[in-house]
């Protein structure tokens, strides 16, 4: 009986300390995408001040559509490149905030 005690115990703080390891992981890998986010934000901004610039310092109709082409082109690949990275992120994420739980569900199996 109180074995039994003893492992509900010992299968308590197993899962605690779980848990607290999962929320760190889960912590650090929500501070990386927020730096991430921040920084693609920053680097986009910057770009359409840019391009902004030229496109009022544009000489013809020609030259603002080539400066507006260029614009949008560059803006579409920086999207789909932060979104890879940023699902790479969330992915890492999962992975490491689940990591710890796996001795636990494979006990329980």
Same mark, same amino acid.
């Given at each position: 009986? *109180?074995?039994?005690?003893? #492992?509900? &115990?010992?299968?308590?703080?197993?899962?605690?300390?779980? &848990?607290?390891?999962?929320?760190?992981?889960? $912590?650090?890998?929500?501070?990386?995408? =927020?730096?991430? *986010?921040?920084?693609?934000?920053?680097?986009? %901004?910057?770009?359409?001040?840019?391009?902004?610039?030229? %496109? %009022? $310092?544009?000489?013809?109709?020609?030259?603002?559509? /080539? @400066?507006?082409?260029?614009?949008?082109?560059?803006?579409?690949?920086?999207?789909?490149? /932060?979104?890879? !990275? %940023? $699902?790479?992120?969330?992915?890492?994420?999962? !992975? #490491? $905030?689940?990591?710890?739980?796996?001795? @636990?569900? =494979?006990?329980?199996?």
């Amino acid at each position: 009986m *109180t074995q039994t005690f003893e #492992d509900a &115990g010992n299968y308590g703080k197993e899962f605690i300390d779980s &848990g607290l390891k999962s929320f760190a992981a889960l $912590s650090k890998s929500a501070q990386a995408i =927020a730096a991430e *986010t921040t920084d693609y934000a920053k680097k986009s %901004l910057e770009t359409g001040s840019a391009a902004m610039e030229k %496109l %009022l $310092s544009a000489k013809s109709l020609e030259n603002a559509i /080539e @400066i507006q082409a260029d614009y949008a082109k560059q803006a579409y690949e920086g999207f789909v490149a /932060e979104a890879s !990275k %940023l $699902s790479g992120l969330y992915a890492d994420m999962a !992975k #490491d $905030s689940y990591k710890p739980f796996e001795s @636990i569900v =494979a006990k329980a199996g």
